[in-house]
């Protein structure tokens, strides 16, 4: 009897012991399973951001930025006098783009927007562009984008062209309204590059920004003018929600380019 006993005992213990061992296992088993699911999980969220279009984009854009910083820091500039100056300095390089106006756009239906100071006058398309009227509280000042917000939209290709007729003093250069335009004109300016070069459209010679003739997929291209001794044009073409590789990229720059080769004195 007490044999049997013991032998009862000693069963339920190797049981017991079992049991422990086998929900050992198993759980030190589901512990791994899930540890690997969850690094196999974190993994793949990481490959996902890394390839998210807007991660590849941005990419993209910085890339950009780099290289182009670093063919600027290269570049030797002159001042307006024909003097070397520093590459962080306002200054012009030596090369002159010259846009074949052979291939701008026709300027049918186009409308006429005229500058009260200068006399000045350009054309502006009309289909598919929209007249933002409260973009600025300057008189002689269009602004004109691809969408009636006035902003990108549905991730869909923007460009926003801004142009205006600018107030200096007699004795302020370009290179001296470039530095304080912001402050003068209330912001609404194109931006300025302190690396510019001479352009020409047409009749038209502009002082433009580095690598003009490149499409504008990214940023803005700028130019300017001294149209008289008081007055600055400049004029401003801003894209976003392109690529490089884009099918239509090009197509805002004809547009620009279009606009530039327009100007005249009426």
Not at 195 to 213: A, C, E, H, M, P
């Given at each position: ?190 931006p300025t590059d302190r690396t510019t070069q001479y352009v020409k459209i047409g009749d038209n ?35 976003e929600n392109m690529y490089p590789d884009m099918k239509d990229a090009g197509m805002f720059d ?13």
């Amino acid at each position: 009897m007490n044999y049997n006993k013991n032998r009862i005992v000693i069963l339920f213990i190797l049981g017991l012991a079992t049991l422990l061992v086998c929900g050992y296992f198993v759980v030190s088993k589901t512990d791994e399973l899930s540890e690997k699911e969850s690094v196999s999980h974190n993994e793949g969220k990481e490959i996902t951001e890394e390839d998210s279009p807007a991660t590849k984009t941005q990419s993209l854009i910085n890339e950009y930025y780099a290289k182009r910083e670093a063919s600027e820091s290269a570049m030797i500039k002159k001042d307006l006098l024909g003097n070397m100056v520093k590459s962080d300095e306002f200054g012009i390089i030596d090369d002159i783009p010259i846009v074949d106006i052979s291939l701008l756009l026709p300027k049918e239906n186009w409308k006429e927007f005229s500058f009260e100071k200068t006399g000045l006058a350009v054309s502006y398309p009309t289909d598919g562009w929209y007249v933002q009227e409260k973009a600025g509280r300057l008189e002689s000042l269009l602004v004109i984008t691809t969408t009636e917000s006035g902003e990108p939209e549905d991730e869909n290709a923007f460009a926003k062209i801004t142009i205006g007729e600018y107030v200096r003093d007699f004795n302020t250069t370009i290179f001296d309204w470039m530095r304080v335009s912001e402050l003068l004109e209330g912001g609404i300016v194109p931006p300025t590059d302190r690396t510019t070069q001479y352009v020409k459209i047409g009749d038209n010679t502009f002082l433009g920004s580095v690598f003009f003739r490149e499409n504008t997929w990214v940023g803005q291209k700028n130019v300017y003018a001294e149209v008289s001794s008081l007055n600055i044009f400049a004029a401003s073409l801003e894209v976003e929600n392109m690529y490089p590789d884009m099918k239509d990229a090009g197509m805002f720059d004809q547009v620009f380019y279009t606009i530039l080769e327009s100007l005249e004195v009426k």
